[in-house]
């Protein structure tokens, strides 16, 4: 996301990077009425590979706040769901989550949920 500001440009906060957490910053300030502008280096989303795999806890804030939908899992609603994970090659490691919330573990890349949020703080106004 880049923007060239000019000495007209006006905004009650200026986020600066725009990965996954300065995007998320940046889409929720928008979304309650801050005029944002988000300053990044790079015009678009880098694709090497970064982060592969959203867990429990981000899945979480994502999908209550909107941004990821909640995935159908066959459980009762008060179950716990449970999912393998690995991590630096080591043995799996169980993560969980309330099966009303879908999957504990997500494999996406980084850049694709860069392009989500980059699209929501363009819908909201975010410079």
Not at 70 to 90: N, R, Y
Not at 108 to 117: D, H, K, M
Request: proline share 7%; aromatic share 4%; with cysteine.
């Amino acid at each position: 996301m880049s923007h060239a500001a000019s000495s007209g440009d006006h905004a009650d906060v200026v986020v600066v990077g725009g990965g996954p957490v300065g995007l998320l910053v940046a889409s929720e300030l928008a979304l309650h009425g801050v005029e944002v502008t988000l300053v990044e280096a790079n015009a678009d989303v880098i694709d090497h590979p970064k982060a592969g795999t959203l867990q429990a806890r981000a899945l979480q804030l994502l999908r209550r706040r909107g941004y990821l939908p909640t995935g159908p899992v066959d459980a009762p609603a008060d179950a716990i769901v449970q999912a393998p994970f690995h991590f630096a090659a080591q043995v799996r490691f169980p993560v969980t989550s309330p099966a009303i919330e879908g999957s504990p573990v997500v494999n996406v890349w980084q850049g694709e949920i860069e392009r989500l949020l980059e699209a929501v703080c363009r819908s909201r106004g975010v410079r």
